[in-house]
């Protein structure tokens, strides 16, 4: 049988970030759950390549029934295929998985979540920045990643919305094998990632709707592109991403002198503002920890 819907079951599975093999899954699954309603025993294979469907009953009990083709497969509504890709997303809740949750709830400064059925718990010093000083509204649905700790209080699952791990985690969903590097500053709202350049030009297309898009998913107040350096040497690659990471984090600034162990900035006349300074200071000596700085 072929997928009628194919494009509407790809474009749910690309929502979520899935590849095709898990897509092919979670349909199987949502199949099963339509015959499992009926109380009947089905087998169902996916080939999304393909777009077929093949199924079989069972007929009869244990090992006496014989199986028998269908022709026609009960097809799951978008709902049901839906959420039977969240409880697959659920998994066996290990650290660091990455979920959509629903706003449920709040407590203690935190918010809950509920996920798929479950509820986590997300205490109000892992909230993200822009969370932290703006509730989400209840029915307000954000990514999430699980923590391997519970809450003392109520034994709920505990999530984050917070930190370079939390990054790091969203965005190998988003984006797989593109970032090769993160550094989370000012409070952990203003995060410097690191890619090749091919998908650097991506997520600046149609003036930079990917990186606002996940600047609104990750709840950060501002997102810095640094392309990876290039160059004969290492040493030539380094100073490459040092003159573009100053030049995306604060253009005004001038690098009069970037030797192998220190870096002269001029910072311009007008920057009166000593936390701006010490905020961009502080992420330069992340991503350069080995230079001595010298702002002028």
């Given at each position: 049988m072929k997928i009628a819907n194919i494009d509407t079951i790809r474009a749910i599975g690309e929502e979520y970030g899935w590849n095709e093999a898990q897509i092919e899954q979670a349909l199987s699954?949502?199949?099963?759950?339509?015959?499992?309603?009926?109380?009947?025993?089905?087998?169902?294979?996916?080939?999304?390549?393909?777009?077929?469907?093949?199924?079989?009953?069972?007929?009869?009990?244990?090992?006496?029934?014989?199986?028998?083709?269908?022709?026609?497969?009960?097809?799951?509504?978008?709902?049901?295929?839906?959420?039977?890709?969240?409880?697959?997303?659920?998994?066996?809740?290990?650290?660091?998985?990455?979920?959509?949750?629903?706003?449920?709830?709040?407590?203690?400064?935190?918010?809950?979540?509920?996920?798929?059925?479950?509820?986590?718990y997300v205490p109000e010093n892992l909230l993200s920045v822009m969370d932290y000083h703006s509730r989400p509204e209840l029915g307000t649905k954000q990514v999430l990643s699980l923590c391997s700790s519970r809450d003392n209080v109520s034994g709920m699952r505990m999530g984050t919305r917070r930190g370079k791990e939390f990054v790091a985690s969203v965005m190998e969903c988003y984006y797989p094998d593109c970032v090769s590097g993160i550094w989370m500053g000012a409070s952990n709202s203003w995060a410097v990632i690191r890619m090749g350049t091919e998908h650097m030009s991506a997520w600046l297309e149609s003036g930079g709707v990917n990186v606002r898009h996940l600047q609104q998913v990750l709840g950060v107040r501002r997102i810095t592109l640094l392309p990876e350096g290039v160059g004969e040497t290492e040493l030539e690659q380094r100073d490459n991403e040092i003159r573009h990471f100053v030049n995306n984090?604060?253009?005004?600034?001038?690098?009069?002198?970037?030797?192998?162990?220190?870096?002269?900035?001029?910072?311009?006349?007008?920057?009166?503002?000593?936390?701006?300074?010490?905020?961009?200071?502080?992420?330069?000596?992340?991503?350069?920890?080995?230079?001595?700085?010298?702002?002028?």
């Amino acid at each position: 049988m072929k997928i009628a819907n194919i494009d509407t079951i790809r474009a749910i599975g690309e929502e979520y970030g899935w590849n095709e093999a898990q897509i092919e899954q979670a349909l199987s699954t949502a199949i099963r759950v339509c015959y499992a309603e009926r109380d009947m025993l089905v087998e169902v294979d996916v080939n999304m390549q393909d777009q077929t469907i093949a199924a079989r009953r069972r007929n009869g009990y244990g090992d006496r029934g014989v199986w028998i083709d269908i022709r026609e497969p009960i097809m799951p509504s978008v709902n049901m295929f839906m959420q039977v890709m969240e409880m697959m997303q659920w998994g066996d809740g290990s650290p660091g998985s990455v979920l959509e949750g629903e706003v449920s709830g709040f407590r203690d400064g935190g918010v809950i979540y509920r996920v798929s059925g479950n509820l986590v718990y997300v205490p109000e010093n892992l909230l993200s920045v822009m969370d932290y000083h703006s509730r989400p509204e209840l029915g307000t649905k954000q990514v999430l990643s699980l923590c391997s700790s519970r809450d003392n209080v109520s034994g709920m699952r505990m999530g984050t919305r917070r930190g370079k791990e939390f990054v790091a985690s969203v965005m190998e969903c988003y984006y797989p094998d593109c970032v090769s590097g993160i550094w989370m500053g000012a409070s952990n709202s203003w995060a410097v990632i690191r890619m090749g350049t091919e998908h650097m030009s991506a997520w600046l297309e149609s003036g930079g709707v990917n990186v606002r898009h996940l600047q609104q998913v990750l709840g950060v107040r501002r997102i810095t592109l640094l392309p990876e350096g290039v160059g004969e040497t290492e040493l030539e690659q380094r100073d490459n991403e040092i003159r573009h990471f100053v030049n995306n984090a604060w253009k005004s600034c001038r690098i009069a002198a970037l030797t192998e162990d220190r870096i002269v900035i001029h910072t311009p006349l007008d920057a009166t503002d000593p936390r701006k300074v010490r905020t961009f200071t502080s992420m330069l000596k992340k991503i350069c920890p080995e230079r001595e700085q010298v702002i002028m």
